[in-house]
């Protein structure tokens, strides 16, 4: 593998594990807060839907990556009145949001536009633009940092950018503000921050929001930034895979980048080499575009380490009176 080959699919891996980092990252709100959320499949589904309907529409792309947003704090909002307001089971609650986004999206889909469950072809208008960060063209014929630069940090959309920045914001914001703490502490020991004064119940929602607005910017870029308009089905499981991320990262900002990265750089590679021939046996492209699903089904077997979810997670609160 030439050096070109291997710049080409570390910008792949960039921008195939955005749309895992966002919802990783919306994981980890939302269960350090005690809300299990195995339904960040059906809010990428739902925001990638809609956001490419705007979009196709308006032929503007804010007003896409907003619908987007919109359509997974809807369904948050719905997972938060089940689990929090009425105690109900998180799992279910999530399982319930997977089908229906899965299903309301075709349906909406065909007949909106007629076309199957999918949305017209996103214009040049409804789509992110690569952005040239300064001096890239003029850095590119430096040898090594000249290609880093202008093609593997360079030329990435508003999402690619925004989803890396999220995450020093995420590590700050849980471990260095009150609010973080807060959360933090509602995962573990809710009654404790009952005690204190503080809602847990307002906590929890404020983390299921978060949640959603980060599974809504998930949806958005790959219906807008690394596809041009929904498709069915169009998340092919990343929601899940966001999730062995979360867990393969032990609940931690700088660990879910890092796994985001694996899974963004497998699935790269099954693109890239469709066919890897080792010698005795040739690898065919089927076991390659595997690769990320059956390291998500190793992660959740526990053959990465011991992780321990936070102590509270999936438990409803009911304040003692």
């Not at 955005?18 to 980890?28: E, I, S, V, Y």
């Not at 040049?124 to 940092?145: K, N």
């Not at 980048?257 to 089927?286: K, M, W, Y």
Request: hydrophobic share 55%; with cysteine.
């Amino acid at each position: 593998m030439d050096f070109a080959t291997l710049i080409q699919i570390l910008d792949s891996t960039v921008r195939l594990a955005t749309p895992l980092l966002f919802a990783c990252l919306a994981g980890l709100f939302s269960e350090r807060a005690g809300v299990f959320d195995i339904g960040l499949e059906g809010k990428m589904l739902a925001a990638a839907f809609l956001s490419g309907a705007v979009a196709a529409v308006t032929g503007n792309v804010w007003l896409g990556m907003f619908a987007g947003i919109g359509a997974s704090l809807l369904m948050a909002a719905i997972h938060g009145l089940a689990s929090i307001t009425f105690r109900g089971n998180q799992l279910i609650s999530g399982v319930a949001i997977n089908f229906l986004a899965a299903g309301l999206t075709v349906l909406l889909g065909q007949n909106w536009f007629g076309l199957g469950g999918r949305t017209p072809a996103l214009t040049s208008g409804g789509r992110f633009e690569p952005i040239i960060l300064p001096f890239a063209e003029a850095m590119a014929p430096v040898p090594v940092l000249g290609p880093i630069y202008s093609e593997l940090i360079s030329g990435h959309s508003f999402p690619v950018y925004l989803a890396w920045a999220m995450v020093p914001a995420t590590a700050w914001l849980l471990y260095r503000t009150r609010f973080g703490l807060r959360l933090r502490a509602v995962g573990e020991n809710p009654a404790a921050v009952d005690t204190a004064g503080v809602s847990v119940t307002a906590i929890r929602y404020a983390a299921v929001a978060i949640c959603g607005v980060l599974c809504g910017l998930a949806g958005a870029y790959l219906a807008t930034g690394l596809a041009a308009g929904f498709g069915k089905d169009m998340t092919a499981g990343r929601g899940f895979i966001a999730l062995a991320a979360l867990i393969f990262a032990k609940w931690r900002p700088w660990y879910a980048l890092g796994a985001c990265l694996l899974f963004g750089f497998l699935e790269a590679v099954g693109n890239r080499f469709p066919n890897i021939d080792l010698g005795l046996i040739v690898l065919p492209a089927q076991f390659m575009q595997a690769l990320p699903y059956i390291l998500t089904v190793v992660i959740l077997a526990g053959f990465v380490g011991k992780a321990i979810p936070p102590r509270a997670g999936g438990e409803p609160y009911v304040k003692e009176r």
